[in-house]
Every structure is written in structure tokens, then in C-alpha cells.
């Protein structure tokens, strides 16, 4: 086992997650301490910036450069914030852009950076082997999803509800499966924002005043997204368009109507087996409309990931140290019934420039397995 740092800022802009956790990247060991550093308004707000314009940004944009910069510092900021003695950073990025169908997903962060700040190796660049496999570059959380859950009654389904909503569906048999689902908070987010200046719904309170407006729901389920056949994979901003057709309601019919549009979005996946149980981790988990929407569109028990001890706010984060452990070890990070892919593919690049020499001595074992 080595002890390795996941870090973790999602498309929802909130923060910087930081967690430990022991790991051979096969098993999970002994989880350590969590922290989140929240984004800087400021901060927020020009990366925001930078994902509504990433489609057309160079890749030295100075503002581009400025903000990665600053969201990389963040990240130092976590690691010295969590102050735990580390082997081994995986460090995910800030996703900009996710268009698998042109093989291509754009996380900024300097990993030499990083690296440097820490002197601690760390692992990035997690989804480009995938794509370039052929696979859709996410989710990749399944994994992970199947090693914690090695103690489980299956079959179960893992929920994460984040900016967009993702599913890992374990068999009884072992099988691994895997897409993104929908919107998850990405537009409830947006809409909160735009209407109350929080940039959450807050114990889903707007929604809850509001009333769904069907036909805006039955245009939204009408995405083509919804016709293509998993795995299959999503960008913050895949389904903006919704913005428009909520314009006219009111900003509790319009949260409500997001909510439905979350919960909608998980009842009409096609399943190829029935989970007897659904845990769900994400921001999404702390909405009562949510999680009350899904457990009567389910019909089945549907709850929080701490109900079996995991950590629902440090669970990517986790996961991403994890993945690092694997890449270091050159095990597969995406399989074909999670990304798409042929056969299964690892990942990641490792940087240790700058990083005192007796910090790569416990990769060396690592890699030994």
C-alpha cells in the first residue's frame, strides 16, 4: 500500500477536494484525512469564463494560462491543507471541455507545477489514453466504485450526482458498466445562480416552492443524447439549451423543472440488470427534491453513500488517488463496458521532476506490485 493524495475540482466550480487514502491501486486501504478549499469568487468566476469560451481557446491563451496558474496554486493550497506525509499526488485537472466524439477532453492544471510545490510525484492527464483507444474518456470513478464495494449485496448502482450525473452498475456476476446519465447539477446550479445569487439550490428550497413544467421536461428528454446507446459521456455544458426553453417560467418552476430533469434523466436509463439498491454520492445527495424524486421514480432503496461508511464529498477525489496507484502500476483505468473502449486501457502520466529522489523510491515498489 502507498499513501496517496486524490485531488478533485469539478465542474461544479465549488472547490478543491483533497483526500487521503492507502492503496496498492487494487484494494482500498485505510482512508485518510478530507479538506475542500473553496474557489475564490473571483476565481470562480473567471474559470467559469474559461469553459463557456474553451471551445474556441488556444492553448496559450494568456488568460487560459493565468487561470490554470491560479487553479493549480489552489491545489497546492489542498495538499498543505490536508498536511499528510504522501507518496503519490493524482491530480485530475479542471475539465474544460469534454468532446469525446472529436477524441478529445481538456483538463488544465501544471502537474510539474504541482509537483515542484509538493515534492511529491504526481499522476495526471488520466483521460487522454482512453480517447485515444477510442473510448469516451469518462466516467472513470467505475473502477474505484467496484473496489469499494467489494463487501456489497450486488447488484448495485453508484450515483454521482455532480455537475453532470454519472452510473456505475455492478453485476452479481462481476460486470462493470458505466455512462453518464444527464445534467446532474450543472443547470440547477447555473439557474440558482442566475436567480438568487447562491450558486446552489440550497436543500433544494427553490425547487421545492416551484411546479414542473412537462412540455419544457418532455423537450429536454427529447436531447439526442438520451437515444444513443451508453457508454456514452457528457460536458458541463451539453445541454445549455435549456437555459432558453426555462426562460419564461419562473425561477422556482425553473428549479423544480431541473430537478425533474436530473431525476428523469436516471429512471429512464435503459438497465441491463435491476439494481436492488442505489448509493449515491455527488453534491446532488444534500437536495432533499432530488433524492426524493429518484426514490419514487426508482421504487427501490435509494441512498446516500455514507448509509455503508464511504465519504459522498471525498469520494472522486479518492478516487483519483486511487487511479494513480493503478497508473503508476500500469493496471487498466476504463474498460470496455465503462468508456467504450476495446479492451481495457490504463492511463496517466506521471511527473517527478523537481521531486527529491527518496520521494520516488516507494513507486519503485509500487510498480514491483
Same mark, same amino acid.
Given at each position: ?13 465549488d472547490?478543491v ?12 486501504g ?5 479538506t475542500t478549499?473553496?474557489?475564490?469568487p ?22 487560459l494560462?493565468?487561470?490554470?496558474h491560479?487553479?493549480?496554486r489552489l491545489h497546492?493550497?489542498a495538499?498543505r491543507a ?9 491530480? =485530475?485537472g479542471?475539465?474544460? +471541455?469534454?468532446r469525446?466524439?472529436e477524441h ?19 499522476v495526471?492527464?488520466f %483521460?487522454?489514453?482512453d ?6 474518456? #469518462? ?9 469499494? &464495494?467489494l463487501? +456489497?449485496e450486488h ?7 455532480g ?9 452479481? !456476476? ?12 450543472a443547470?440547477l ?5 442566475r436567480?438568487?445569487g447562491?450558486?446552489c ?6 425547487? %421545492?416552492?416551484?411546479?414542473v413544467?412537462? &412540455?419544457? +421536461? ?8 438520451? $437515444?444513443r ?7 458541463? +455544458?451539453s /445541454? =445549455?439549451?435549456?437555459m432558453?426553453?426555462? &426562460?419564461?417560467?419562473s ?9 425533474a /430533469?436530473?431525476?428523469?434523466?436516471v #429512471?429512464?436509463l435503459?438497465?441491463? /440488470?435491476?439494481?436492488? %439498491?442505489w448509493l449515491?454520492?455527488g453534491?446532488g445527495r =444534500? ?7 429518484? $426514490?419514487? #421514480? ?6 446516500p453513500?455514507?448509509?455503508?461508511g464511504?465519504n459522498?464529498?471525498a469520494?472522486?477525489a479518492?478516487?483519483f488517488?486511487?487511479?494513480?496507484? $493503478?497508473?503508476?502500476r500500469?493496471?487498466?483505468? !476504463? /474498460? ?6 476495446? %479492451? ?5 502520466r506521471?511527473?517527478?521532476r ?12 509500487l510498480?514491483?506490485?
Open positions: 500500500m502507498v499513501r496517496v493524495i486524490g485531488l478533485m475540482s469539478g465542474t461544479s466550480l472547490g477536494d483533497a483526500a487521503a487514502i492507502e492503496t496498492d491501486g487494487i484494494m482500498v485505510a482512508a485518510g484525512p478530507t478549499v473553496p474557489f475564490p473571483e476565481l470562480r468566476a473567471r474559470t467559469r469564463a474559461i469553459l463557456d469560451r474553451a471551445a474556441s481557446l488556444r492553448a496559450d491563451d494568456p488568460e494560462l493565468a487561470v490554470e491560479d487553479l493549480t497546492v493550497a495538499v490536508l498536511d499528510w506525509p504522501a507518496d503519490l499526488i493524482g491530480f =485530475h479542471q475539465t474544460i +471541455l469534454h469525446p466524439e478529445r477532453s481538456w483538463q488544465i492544471g501544471d502537474a510539474g507545477l504541482l509537483a515542484a510545490e509538493t515534492g511529491v510525484p504526481v495526471h492527464d %483521460r487522454s489514453a480517447l485515444a483507444a477510442g473510448g469516451e474518456g #469518462a466516467p472513470l470513478v467505475p473502477v474505484f466504485h467496484q473496489a469499494l &464495494a463487501g +456489497l447488484p448495485l448502482a453508484v450515483l454521482n450526482i455537475g453532470v450525473a454519472n452510473v456505475s452498475l455492478l453485476g452479481a !456476476s462481476g460486470e462493470l458498466l458505466a455512462c453518464d446519465v444527464g445534467p446532474g447539477n443547470l446550479d447555473d439557474w440558482a445562480m436567480h438568487t447562491v450558486p439550490d440550497r436543500d433544494g428550497a427553490l425547487a %421545492r416552492a416551484g411546479r413544467d412537462g &412540455a419544457v +421536461l418532455g423537450d429536454l428528454m427529447g436531447d439526442p443524447f438520451f $437515444r446507446p451508453a457508454p456514452k459521456s457528457l460536458d458541463r +455544458l /445541454f =445549455h439549451r435549456a432558453d426553453l426555462l &426562460a419564461p417560467l425561477p422556482a418552476d425553473g428549479a423544480a423543472t431541473l430537478a /430533469f436530473t431525476v428523469r434523466a #429512471a429512464e435503459p438497465l441491463p /440488470f435491476a439494481p436492488r %439498491r449515491v454520492c453534491g =444534500h437536495n432533499p427534491v432530488l433524492m426524493e424524486g429518484l $426514490r419514487q #421514480a426508482l421504487g427501490v432503496a435509494v441512498e453513500v455514507e448509509a455503508v464511504w459522498g464529498d469520494l472522486e479518492q478516487c488517488g486511487f487511479l494513480a496507484a $493503478r497508473a503508476v500500469g493496471l487498466p483505468l !476504463s /474498460f470496455p463496458g465503462t468508456t467504450g473502449v476495446e %479492451r481495457p486501457v490504463s492511463g496517466g506521471l511527473e517527478e523537481g521531486v527529491p529522489a527518496a520521494a520516488t523510491r516507494m513507486l519503485n515498489l510498480r514491483q506490485g
